[in-house]
């Protein structure tokens, strides 16, 4: 006859004590737990392999039309194909981020993951940074499929390595502010589709609504101004014009972007741009594209030039103020752009925290609790 045997329970002592989530390091090892799985889930899936690869043939594309075209006729060439990788680079992450990161929080409580998540050891803020640190890092892989054409470009000369060492690090910051945004608005915003849409939006407000923005508000601040007219004494002999100031006036409607020119502040191009030193050449003019993006941003902080004939030689030639000059007396404006994209993720982020923190005290109609 046999005999059934009961196993030996465990003893109570004798089972392994759950990970201690106390102290610095707990934090950060429960933080760790959270940005795996949040790579884990992004990494596992095809389209993602798919779209990097996308990316980097239409990136290379655009960079082996740009190389064939410039050939011959840009003499930095190493410079212009690194601006335009970088600008690509950008682009691209401000397309694809808003997509996975807009409905990061929504979608795990749509489908039944979140309320798991939350009855865990992992705080609120531990869940939130997490994602925004996951969907950070996933969304990097957009900028190491790109170099490989950063290394030609250096290869093809003229290129500057202090563009590349302030370049690369502010590409890499305005990628986390994309993720932390648009984790942030899923954690505020129920619907996905919604957070997604309106994660868009703001990415389309500081790329494009700042440049409209700055245009109509260039008309709309333009002002009607009387002005003393000049007319050229031309000598025969010589060849020489000569400036003469009239005592006739007329009145002329003028633009006034100096009034304005801020609201291109939180441009991320411009922010790139202007964050940049630029180079000048011979005639003191920036003989890069960051350069030049840079000058024509700070000349918008002039106000409108009054021409009369002090800005003339004798012999006719213009004698204005350089480019150069123009750049130096103006005001760097890309730590102030970075400072509002920073703060708004940061308000992002701390919003998401306390709309996911357990146990709730209020939900919104509809709220899904497990």
Aim: aromatic share 8%; proline share 6%.
């Amino acid at each position: 006859m046999s005999r059934t045997e009961t196993p030996p329970v465990a003893d109570e002592a004798s089972r392994p004590a759950p990970p201690d989530a106390s102290g610095a390091l707990g934090w950060l090892r429960l933080l760790g737990v959270v940005v795996g799985l949040e790579l884990a889930q992004r990494v596992r899936s095809v389209a993602w392999y798919v779209l990097l690869g996308v990316v980097a043939i239409v990136v290379g594309g655009v960079i082996t039309v740009l190389f064939l075209s410039l050939q011959g006729y840009q003499r930095d060439l190493g410079g212009a194909i690194f601006a335009m990788t970088i600008f690509l680079v950008m682009l691209v992450t401000s397309l694809v981020t808003p997509a996975p990161s807009g409905n990061a929080i929504n979608g795990d409580r749509d489908g039944g993951t979140l309320a798991s998540t939350q009855v865990t050891q992992v705080t609120a803020s531990q869940l939130v940074l997490g994602k925004v640190l996951g969907s950070w890092i996933a969304s990097l892989g957009f900028l190491a499929v790109c170099t490989p054409f950063m290394l030609a470009s250096a290869m093809l000369g003229g290129l500057r390595w202090e563009a590349v060492l302030v370049a690369i690090p502010i590409v890499v910051l305005e990628i986390g502010v994309i993720s932390a945004i648009g984790v942030g608005l899923s954690g505020l915003i129920r619907r996905p589709v919604l957070s997604t849409v309106v994660s868009y939006l703001v990415v389309a407000l500081f790329s494009v609504g700042t440049l409209i923005g700055f245009g109509v508000a260039t008309i709309a601040f333009q002002t009607e101004e009387e002005r003393q007219e000049i007319s050229w004494d031309y000598d025969e002999q010589t060849g020489n014009a000569t400036c003469v100031e009239t005592d006739r006036t007329y009145t002329t409607v003028v633009a006034r972007p100096d009034r304005v020119w801020w609201m291109l502040a939180a441009n991320p191009y411009v922010i790139l741009a202007d964050a940049i030193p630029p180079h000048f050449g011979g005639d003191s003019y920036p003989d890069d594209v960051f350069g030049q993006i840079g000058l024509g941003v700070r000349g918008l902080q002039e106000p409108p030039h009054v021409e009369s004939c002090a800005d003339y030689d004798p012999m006719g030639g213009y004698q204005g103020d350089s480019p150069r000059e123009i750049y130096e007396r103006t005001v760097p404006s890309w730590f102030v752009g970075l400072g509002i994209h920073v703060a708004l993720a940061a308000a992002a982020v701390w919003g998401a925290i306390a709309a996911v923190r357990a146990p709730a005290r209020r939900l919104a109609p509809g709220s899904r609790i497990a």
